[in-house]
């Protein structure tokens, strides 16, 4: 009986508790107290309340007392002109006024500049040179700067420049060099140099200890070549005019090995490129007695020191051709990257650290400098080619970037005037190449070859397909393809206008936004395979969106 007893209670254990008293329980311990229970009931209401309250707090504060970034906004179009002025091939652009859309800077000649001062109130002679900032959202000026009449070249998007965090430019005129912040138009430091300074300036590392990454020039005195190093935060030089032995120098670069090793590569006049180790270039530099070279961490990359010549000191990169063009092309993001020669006959790539062909390509004449884009999704830079091909005629190829391969090709009518290509990439691991020229059959009888140029968009996605966007019959300077903010809107730059400094005209500066071309484009047709309307084709490269990533 006790054991059913003890089973009953299990199953229901209630019942246990029947017809026990209030009284008992409480002392058992179990709490009916309905105060307390009240009592917790409204902390909770009170917490719930405040936390809305606290809610509603932080929206209100964040719609309407702490203010939201505002984006500018961006004009699809916008032009400037200077009338009784010349102008340079000059073109650059960098977030000048940290607005995160990309501005504009470049240069020309005239008696007064943008903001109305005259070369007499900056104490030159008239003409003079202004380099000029504007924004890319509608092209009013963020600054200006008078110059001497002989500008000679400029060069922006130098990092650290002076010390400062945004990229700075250097400017070469009347035996002047000066770094100038492009935010402000300010100098940052100026260094006098008789030499004949030439493009580009190259960047290295930190060679005088100031933690600011230094600058290498490359001049001539007569037919020698002399190089210059100034510290990238003075401008003051370091050590003295160094001297490779070198002469008749028509190009050069700077090159980073797998052991992150630099060199400067020297293209010559005899055809021949030839390498030379920073180390040993500061070393001719920093050799009066005395100096302290203790905080240059400089090397020498052990492969190519096997192919050093030991009694010149110079590695013999390239001497299979007579080179036109020698360009560094990027290795999906490795060290070092390859190196792109064009010479009479062919365009060719070699390793960067081996110095092995990788591929050749046959052509006749280069009749400009190659771009690199991505026509395929393999992660390798692809090449554009302008082949003159004879009769007034040219063909742009694009040349596959791994194999040499040619990926696509189009017959133009040539301009001798043309721009070369540009290409901004678009969100889907692609480019879209924009190149001048005429495509046969289109020319215009009353316009003479030499005046009309007719802009051309074309996409890997449908390469049977072109779009005409533009035509001018402008002198055009400078032209640019321009990704103005990131993965928002692309454009591109035009600067019109006479270049001889004995001739004076109209300059214009003039931004387009490519969606606003595409509308009102002209579709051009290579073949007739592609089986879309015009309309169909406009909408698919309307819709395309751009990337400042490769």
Known sequence: MTDNKEQDTEIHPLKSEEGVSPASLTKKGVCLGSSGLSHLSSWRTAAFFLSVFL????????????????????????????????????????????????????AFRGSKGC??????????????????AVTGTNGSVLWERPLSQELLWVQCGIEKLGGLE????????SQNLTAIDSRSGVTLW??????GLKQPALKVPDLDGDEVGD??????????????????RTGQQIGIDADPGLSDVLGHVIHVTSSGSYYILFKKADSAVYGYALKNIVAMAIKTPGSNT??????????????TNSTSGSVPVYNSGSVQHLLKMGNQGKTPENLLLVTGHWVELTDGQSLRSLWRVNITKVISEPVFGNFNKDGVPDVVIEDEIGNGTKKVVILDGSSGAVLWEVDMVSSST???????????????????GEIPGEANATVSLNQQHFLYLLHPSYPKILLELNNSTESIAAFKAV??????????MLLTGPTEQSETGSVSLAKRKLKEDVAHSRVVRLSQEEGFSDQEIRDSFFRLRYSSST
């Open 166 to 173: 945004a990229p700075g430019c250097l400017l070469f005129h």
């Open 483 to 492: 990704l103005f903010e990131k993965s928002r809107h692309a454009g591109y």
């Open 55 to 106: 809610c509603l707090i932080s929206i209100f504060a964040f719609s309407f007392i702490i203010p939201c970034p505002v984006r500018p906004v961006s004009q699809r179009t916008w032009i400037n002109t200077y009338g009784d002025s010349s102008t340079y091939t000059f073109l650059a652009v960098t977030d000048a006024n940290n607005d995160k859309v990309m501005d504009v800077i470049f």
């Open 115 to 132: 903001l109305n001062v005259s070369c007499s109130d900056a104490g030159f002679s008239s003409p003079c040179s202004f380099l000029v």
């Open 215 to 232: 600058v290498v020039l490359i001049g001539a005195a007569g037919d020698e070549t002399k190089v210059v190093i100034v510290s990238g």
């Open 190 to 195: 100026q260094n006098n140099n008789t030499l």
């Open 418 to 436: 043309s721009p070369k290509t540009s290409t901004v990439n678009t969100t889907d691991y692609r480019s879209a190449f924009l190149f001048w």
């Open 294 to 307: 203790s905080n240059i961490k400089l090397q020498q990359d052990p492969k190519w020191e096997e192919m």
